[in-house]
């Protein structure tokens, strides 16, 4: 007998799934809904010897990308199985205080999130022009036809350490200017490499507000390579913690 | 879903953006601990993904050489947020990164990312049935290619 997988948790009265949803596995299983006094979950068959392959992966996001937009979905991290339906039922009837409640915060609202790297030369620019002692430090080394070994070590040095400097700084710039028009800001998750990582809360209906906040951030940040992913379900936001303080916990 | 200005990539259901937000389909979402989870060997490697500057000897010759062929004419006017820019690094840029080659990968990813890792894991993933011709990774330095 095959498990139950499970996308998310929405609301019993949540709008029915379109017909045809395409679920995980191939072939795509079909979505349904799995429902238990106020809440209902989404969920599908579950294939055997299921595996973060790139073709499920983006078919957890797409259910819950979909769903999502009728309506409140908590969404799980992809790969929950359940022994089968009635499994899913007892959990949502045991718990259903508390997911009525993350559902009721999360309602109309949608993460967005942002990543910043640095634009190589344009971030040499900026620290060639704020230090001067790496502008002279540089121009002795272009006179000596690109300097020693040493002194190019000692140039590097200075530089990357004020690279590193600004990369410090522009994370905190960046989350400056985009979190007075979000909810709440996650951190994104650890060592992914990047100058910042950040999910914003965002309520659906001022998204405008805070992708503006994004295009001046562009603008006065404009050594930061941003990308920007949105609107997606709240994955950062669905259990409020100690770091990310969410709605009315 | 209602708002996807054309700057922000995926969400929607395209696959441009599935690289940027699978750390959250894979690390973010409600965990229930009633239900067991798939296990995800093969794509821990998305951890070691670095795009910021990690000193080293590497790295700082790297730097110098960079800050000795900055074109300081051009001066703080060059705005990143230009897409010649990725022409004018890519174009002018080639011989210099046939050096970087030439050297530690490494230092290549201090700022230019080892995407490679995403990758491998998407490598490893299509390996196990997804036959997928699109190529799976966007080298950071080219990503503003993508937002276009």
Same mark, same amino acid.
Do not use: W
């Given at each position: ?193 990047w100058l910042a990582n950040l999910s914003f809360l965002v ?15 562009r603008r006065d940040l404009a050594h930061l390579e941003l ?23 | ?61 790297? $730097? ?57 894991? $998407? ?26």
């Open positions: 007998m095959s498990s139950t997988y499970v996308y998310g948790i929405a609301s019993a009265d949540h709008p029915a799934l379109p017909d045809g949803m395409e679920g995980i596995g191939e072939p795509s299983r079909k979505v349904r809904l799995v429902e238990a006094g106020p809440l209902a979950a989404i969920v599908s068959e579950a294939p055997e010897d299921l595996r973060p392959k790139r073709r499920d992966l983006l078919a957890h996001q797409n259910v819950l990308s979909e769903a999502g937009g009728a309506g409140p979905v908590l969404p799980m991290r992809f790969g929950s199985l359940a022994p089968d339906d009635e499994a899913v039922a007892a959990v949502l009837a045991e718990r259903a205080d508390h997911y009525l409640e993350r559902l009721r915060a999360l309602d109309g609202k949608v993460e967005y999130n942002v990543k910043a790297q640095h634009d190589e030369e344009a971030v040499l620019h900026r620290v060639m022009s704020e230090n001067a002692e790496v502008r002279t430090l540089t121009e002795a080394n272009r006179q000596a036809g690109g300097g020693s070994h040493q002194e190019k070590l000692r140039l590097g040095e200075m530089v990357v350490a004020a690279v590193q400097a600004r990369e410090a700084q522009d994370a905190i710039a960046l989350r400056q200017l985009l979190e007075p028009t979000a909810e709440a800001v996650s951190t994104g998750p650890d060592s992914t490499g309520d659906r209906k001022a998204a405008e507000h805070f992708l503006a906040a994004v295009e001046t951030a990308k920007v992913n949105g609107p997606l379900p709240p994955y950062s936001f669905v259990e409020p913690g100690p770091s990310e303080p969410v709605g009315t916990q | 879903m209602t708002v996807v200005p054309a700057q922000q990539s995926g969400g929607g259901g395209g696959t441009s953006g599935l690289y940027d937000v699978l750390e959250l389909v894979l690390d973010r979402g409600l965990v229930i601990d009633a239900f067991v989870r798939v296990s995800l060997v093969g794509i821990e490697i998305l951890k070691i993904d670095i795009r910021v500057v990690v000193a080293s000897v590497d790295t700082y010759l790297r $730097f110098a050489e960079a800050c000795n062929r900055l074109d300081l004419e051009a001066g703080p006017h060059r705005s990143a947020g230009l897409p010649d820019l990725v022409g004018g690094m890519s174009g002018s840029g080639s011989g210099d990164k046939a050096g970087d080659k030439a050297g530690d990968k490494k230092t290549k990813g201090a700022l230019s990312g080892a995407a490679e890792t995403i990758s491998g894991a $998407f490598g490893q993933a299509r390996e196990e049935g997804q036959a997928e011709p699109k190529r799976t990774r966007r080298a950071p330095s080219r990503r503003k290619e993508e937002q276009e």
